[in-house]
């Protein structure tokens, strides 16, 4: 059974930066389509960065230019560095793992198999 387990969010001041690990257990899917989530309370659950096995990523919008997805495959570790943080990225983020791509990543909530518990992030302006 795929565990994963997010780390790293906290309470920050509007332009700092945090960076969010999530760790797999008992993965070997380092070659497989991963990506990081984010949920307000009330609201759909969104995409907010994805990398594919080759390590090709994409960006939502929002975030383009001041986040940026990694993966350390020897560690079972997916990274989002997250710069210059606005009031507006207050969320729960969620990383995933979709095990039946490798490429061709969707960034579709139902296209993930496998999601970690979630770790708040509050910025304050």
């Known amino acids: 059974q795929v565990q994963l387990v997010e780390s790293g969010g906290g309470s920050v001041q509007a332009g700092e930066s945090l960076t969010l690990s999530c760790v797999a257990s008992?993965?070997?899917?380092?070659?497989?389509?991963m990506g990081w989530f984010r949920q307000i309370p009330g609201k759909e659950r969104d995409v907010v960065a994805i990398?594919?096995?080759?390590?090709?990523?994409g960006y939502s919008d929002s975030v383009k230019g001041r986040f940026t997805i990694s993966r350390d495959n020897a560690k079972n570790t997916l990274y989002l560095q997250m710069n210059s943080l606005k009031p507006e990225d207050t969320a729960m983020y969620y990383c995933a793992a979709d095990l039946s791509r490798r490429y061709s990543c969707r960034d579709k909530v139902s296209s993930f198999g496998y999601w970690g518990q979630g770790t708040q992030v509050t910025v304050s302006s």
């Open positions: 990398i594919t096995g080759g390590s090709s990523t």
């Open positions: 008992e993965y070997t899917g380092s070659n497989y389509c």
